[in-house]
């Protein structure tokens, strides 16, 4: 079965904790993407990556990093610069060059107290 | 700046009751207008592509039809399990950078 896998579905971290968040996809897609969710408003776009080892910042990208070192995986690193980290964290990846639907993977719920 | 506006927020319907959920862009050089249901605590699942004003396309109960400035996701007959939060996107000729709304929740009654 093709798909975007991520791992784990909860996690709990300490303030001033980094957190990595793990994404997988099996769809020979280029394209990788990590969206924030927040209630009562649209996916932000944090980073994504049109290929191996190059990756963009998208709209709210400070206090999160990304590596792209294999086409599979595109992990995000939650770091303590990250003013408010609790949220709903959802990886997608698409073809590169069309067409453009995204596919999500079922996201991870960061809980930091 | 590209934008992407739904409504109604929430929308609560009656099993078998049919209607329509909005989704208005200001997008310039749309390359494409999406789709996705999300159930709660869940990823969004994609359900259609529209490039061009005139196009619809149909899944079971759902209808959706794009014009020039905006997309309509028809829905008929309504069952239960058919409530979820319908999210549209929009992608401009800038690559494949989806802009997002932010939603319509959908409740459907027996």
């Known amino acids: 079965d093709g798909g975007i896998t991520q791992s784990p579905k909860y996690l709990f971290r300490k303030e001033g904790q980094n957190v990595t968040l793990s994404c997988e996809q099996n769809l020979n897609h280029d394209a990788m993407y990590w969206y924030r969710q927040d209630p009562g408003q649209g996916l932000r776009l944090i980073y994504y990556?049109?290929?191996?080892?190059?990756?963009q910042k998208g709209d709210i990208a400070e206090g999160y990093s990304v590596s792209r070192e294999k086409k599979e995986s595109f992990p995000l690193t939650v770091t303590s610069a990250q003013k408010n980290p609790t949220a709903f964290y959802l990886c997608?990846?698409?073809?590169?060059?069309?067409?453009?639907?995204?596919?999500f993977g079922p996201g991870t719920r960061l809980t930091v107290t | 700046e590209d934008q992407v506006t739904q409504s109604p927020e929430a929308l609560r319907l009656q099993e078998g009751e049919s209607s329509s959920l909005n989704c208005s862009y200001t997008v310039s050089g749309l390359r494409g207008l999406f789709w996705y249901r999300q159930d709660p605590g869940k990823g969004p699942e994609f359900l259609f592509t529209?490039?061009?004003a005139g196009e619809e396309k149909e899944k079971e109960r759902l209808k959706a039809t794009l014009t020039k400035k905006e997309s309509f996701l028809h829905i008929t007959a309504p069952k239960p399990e058919d409530s979820a939060t319908y999210l549209c996107a929009g992608v401009t000729g800038g690559g494949n950078k989806l802009t997002f709304g932010t939603g319509t929740q959908l409740k459907v009654e027996l």
């Open positions: 529209l490039y061009s």
């Open positions: 997608a990846s698409s073809s590169r060059q069309g067409p453009y639907e995204q596919y």
């Open positions: 990556s049109q290929i191996v080892n190059d990756f």
